[in-house]
């Protein structure tokens, strides 16, 4: 991509609305616009990140058994009657009437439209188990939208929902999701903590909310340090073997968010220097709440022996877009973001020092072309700007490498390759640039 074919309005000044870091660098970034209170727009750089989170996210559900569905963003009350929860559910819940006035609302979450759907699909045992999930829009009229994307009023969440016989089948679910959760925060360069926690409008007697550790995070946290050196990456997992040994590893040591903090188990469970007390990021949570809505709602299954049985479930949310800020929160420096590589708008900024300049247009040119031909994504910078606000733009937007193409260094068929992450640079033959990042 051009960088004078592309919208990237960087602003310089740090937006005063903006109170947390991830706020002010993605608004200074040109990543999202503000369109009315907790309801942002995502502009093409933005874009590109919460894709390429939403397709980690993807891949690892798939990888653990989900299967990928959509249901609309509009629901109709009367699910929600079925349920019970549509005068619980208060005013969070954006409230519509269409043309006929038929009650309907902007979906908070969709436990309700799943049950439904698997109530007409699904009749037998023998159809079981079930994990589906779609990644949609939700709305939640919250009290005090805030930080950006981090708490919207409208925000991307990836949902899934499990559907099993019997209580020992919807704890392997459970599982599957646990690790597949491990798996996708840690693809992203995140540290997401599991802790144990209360279920909410949700409703259940099992949860987990998934954290990472972030000074601006909305709840404090108390953690054993060991949980912060596991690495789950490193594991070789099989999704239809056993998870107990990973999800005992990972639950193993003592960590909880203020909600459910014991501080004389604390005190007791974790010495002194292992003790972190600090602030965290929701990015998942995780519920198992048997037949809370089956029940009602009538979503049954006839069991092996005839008997009619009322499905378990669970459900299992990410905040996708949430994301996109928690990861900068995670991951920047005072010059801006610093991207990992597996979320990266772009890999490269191909930057020209000195646009008019036939060498360095012949240079940068080449360059883009083969960097394009060997399918990496390259935003190539051939605006006509001063260097200096070149290479604080790049620095901005955090793309994890920068190639310098200026007068001199093509002059002796070199160019200066910058890793954002930590800072260093290194000369590169010209003709060896695209066999570098082949590697
Ligand atoms: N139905 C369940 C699981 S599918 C559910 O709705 N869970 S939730 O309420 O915990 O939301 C799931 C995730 O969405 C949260 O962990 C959080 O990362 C994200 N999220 C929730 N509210 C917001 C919000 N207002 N803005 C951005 N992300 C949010």
Redesign the pocket.
């Known amino acids: 991509m051009r960088l004078s074919r592309y919208l990237l309005p960087l602003l310089r000044e740090n937006p005063a609305e903006a109170q947390i870091v991830s706020h002010r660098l993605m608004l200074r970034a040109g990543l999202v616009r503000q369109t009315a209170a907790g309801i942002y727009s995502w502009l093409p750089l933005g874009l590109r990140v919460l894709r390429r989170i939403e397709q980690i996210v993807r891949e690892e559900q798939d990888r653990a058994g989900a299967l990928e569905l959509l249901m609309p963003t509009i629901q109709p009350a009367d699910l929600w009657r079925q349920s019970g929860r549509y005068e619980a559910y208060g005013k969070e819940m954006l409230r519509i009437q269409d043309r006929h006035d038929r009650e309907m609302l902007y979906g908070p979450?969709?436990?309700e439209v799943i049950t439904a759907i698997v109530r007409d699909t699904i009749k037998s045992y023998r159809d079981l188990p079930r994990n589906l999930y779609h990644i949609q829009w939700k709305f939640?009229d919250?009290v005090r939208?805030r930080f950006g994307?981090?708490?919207?009023?409208d925000?991307l969440?990836k949902?899934?929902y499990s559907f099993d016989l019997d209580k020992a089948g919807a704890r392997r679910a459970y599982e599957k999701m646990f690790v597949a959760y491990l798996r996708s925060f840690a693809r992203m360069g995140l540290k997401a903590l599991p802790m144990a926690a209360d279920t909410?409008p949700?409703g259940g007697d099992l949860s987990h909310?998934f954290i990472i550790l972030a000074e601006t995070g909305e709840s404090a946290v108390f953690v054993h340090r060991d949980l912060v050196e596991l690495d789950v990456l490193s594991e070789s997992i099989d999704f239809e073997g056993d998870l107990k040994p990973v999800i005992e590893r990972w639950t193993g040591r003592y960590a909880a968010t203020d909600e459910k903090h014991d501080a004389a188990r604390f005190a007791a469970e974790v010495p002194p220097e292992a003790r972190i007390e600090a602030r965290g990021i929701?990015?998942?949570?995780i519920?198992y709440f048997g037949t809370k809505y089956s029940e009602p709602m009538g979503a049954v299954v006839t069991g092996p022996d005839g008997s009619t049985v009322a499905l378990e479930m669970g459900?299992?949310?990410?905040?996708v877009?949430?994301l996109v800020g928690a990861i900068i929160e995670a991951s920047h420096d005072d010059n801006g973001i610093i991207w990992p590589d597996a979320v990266a708008p772009f890999q490269v900024g191909l930057v020209n020092l000195k646009p008019g300049d036939s060498a360095v247009d012949q240079a940068c040119e080449k360059l883009y072309a083969g960097l394009e031909a060997a399918g990496i994504d390259v935003l190539y910078d051939d605006q006509d700007e001063r260097a200096g606000a070149k290479f604080a733009g790049m620095d901005l937007i955090g793309l994890p490498w920068q190639l310098h193409v200026g007068p001199r260094g093509v002059a002796k068929g070199v160019v200066e390759l910058k890793r954002r992450a930590t800072g260093l640079r290194e000369e590169l033959a010209l003709d060896q640039v695209i066999a570098r990042f082949r590697a």
């Open positions: 979450t969709n436990e939640r919250e939208p994307v981090m708490r919207g009023r925000f969440m949902d899934a909410g949700i909310e929701e990015v998942g949570h519920f459900s299992y949310g990410i905040g877009s949430r």
